[in-house]
């Protein structure tokens, strides 16, 4: 029995036999597409609009704060600087030194004056931020011209926190109330104007920290550094750039469009993918092995069967229905690869066909090989099945040939030819054989 074929290339040619035009105009988008990807990202991408920053200010801002202790203790010296604290002793450093401080960066600058306000705001304030009453009193103000980037502005003030105690109880007394809650805090403006980077720009910050007494303490809430950047933009004109998906993929999608195109092309002009008609018949058989697998099972069926007459079913598809039909089974013979079905008083066969007709397609037919008369019992057997005879000069051989004359003849089989040539061969043997009869009427002449 031959080796199976190479279905997969019998399968592919059908595909592309089937669906050569649809790969075609495939492989043409694509070299398309590809192309005017290629176009537009690599010769001629065109420009767009974006926005530059053409100046840029950036200011910084912060409260640098300290207390001095000023009377004795057992736990500061006199003198001791107590800075960057939360919390504070209102006894022993009453007094708050406070210093802003500012600097700003930018690319170039020219004429660039700063100017820093600091003032103290007391204030009751109740639900809703509703401001019952309100009082400031200015700390501190410097402007500064000339500034570089870089150089740091700074104005200091002092706050004595048992005189604005004070402050708050005179006001709270004179008001004879204080329906929300009392706070105290500093608010410091910074303002910058100038030439930066050619373009006149002008920037304002604001700063506010709080200052919370409670008898004993008081505490200070600064927001640390400050940083406020004012840009300046306008729009240019620029050449548009692609990301890397784009630009390797577009060449990529013209070179598969190309070649693929080329590749079906010149498949299809030199070579015959159209399928002849056995292939297509080998593949249809291999279609139903797969499917019917379920219904099939591989052993070697006795000699006896096959001495019964033989009917050919034209499909494996057609056998297994007709064995589902008839509730029996189908055999697959190891040695020859055709299908059995029996039933009743015939043997229902299959024999699958050959890929390819062409390249001696016929010597690997699945069975029908000649079979040597010296070849031993399983071949024989091989033989007997295909209503071939294996050895002329065996009895068993004879009698199967009868047997399968005997069956074909009430079969009414449909090539009398062929039927009758075995009669005749066995008529022959008969002929050239001396009957008893001749020899006991040699005998009697004798």
Known sequence: MSSDPNERRLRLRAVLNAQSTAILVACLVLTAVGAGLVYTTHVDPGTETESRTVSSLTVESEYRHSATVTEPNAVFETGAVLDGRNTYFTRIAPELDVDVAMSYAASSAENVTVELDSV???????????????????????????????????????????????????????????PGETETFVTTEVAVDGSIGGVPTASTQTLDMT????????????????????????????????????????????????????????????????????????????????????????????????ERPTAEAGSLRDLVDFAIDNDTGVVEDPE?????????????????????????????????????????????????????????????????????????????????DAAAAPNSGEETARDAEPSNDDENVTDDTV
């Open 120 to 178: 103290l705001v007391i204030r009751n304030v109740g639900e809703g931020d509703t401001v019952y009453w309100r009082e400031t009193e200015p700390l501190a103000s410097e402007t500064v011209s000339g500034v570089g980037p870089g150089e740091t502005v700074n104005t200091t003030f002092t706050l004595n926190s048992t005189a604005i105690d004070g402050r708050v109880a005179s006001i709270e007394e004179q008001l004879g109330a204080s």
């Open 211 to 306: 200052v919370a007494h409670s008898g004993d303490t008081y505490s200070v809430d600064e927001p640390g550094v400050q940083s406020d950047t004012t840009s300046r933009s306008e729009p240019v004109t620029v050449e548009r750039e692609y990301g890397v998906l784009r630009s390797l993929g577009g060449p990529l999608l013209l070179l598969v469009g190309l070649v693929g195109a080329a590749g079906m092309r010149y498949a299809a002009r030199e070579f015959d993918l159209a399928l002849t008609p056995a292939e297509r018949n080998y593949l249809s058989y291999r279609d139903d092995r797969s499917e019917f697998a379920e219904w099939i099972t591989t052993f070697r069926l006795p000699t006896s069967v096959h």
């Open 336 to 416: 020859t690869g055709a299908f059995h079905a029996v039933s009743g008083d015939f043997v229902y066969t299959y024999r699958p066909p050959a890929p390819t007709d062409s390249g001696g397609g016929s010597g690997d037919q699945p069975d029908g090989d000649a079979i040597d008369p010296e070849s031993g019992p399983g071949d024989r057997d091989a033989a007997e099945r295909d209503g071939e005879l294996a050895d002329p000069e065996s009895t068993d051989g004879d009698e199967s040939m009868m047997n399968w004359v005997r069956g074909a003849v009430s079969f009414e089989s449909a090539d009398p």
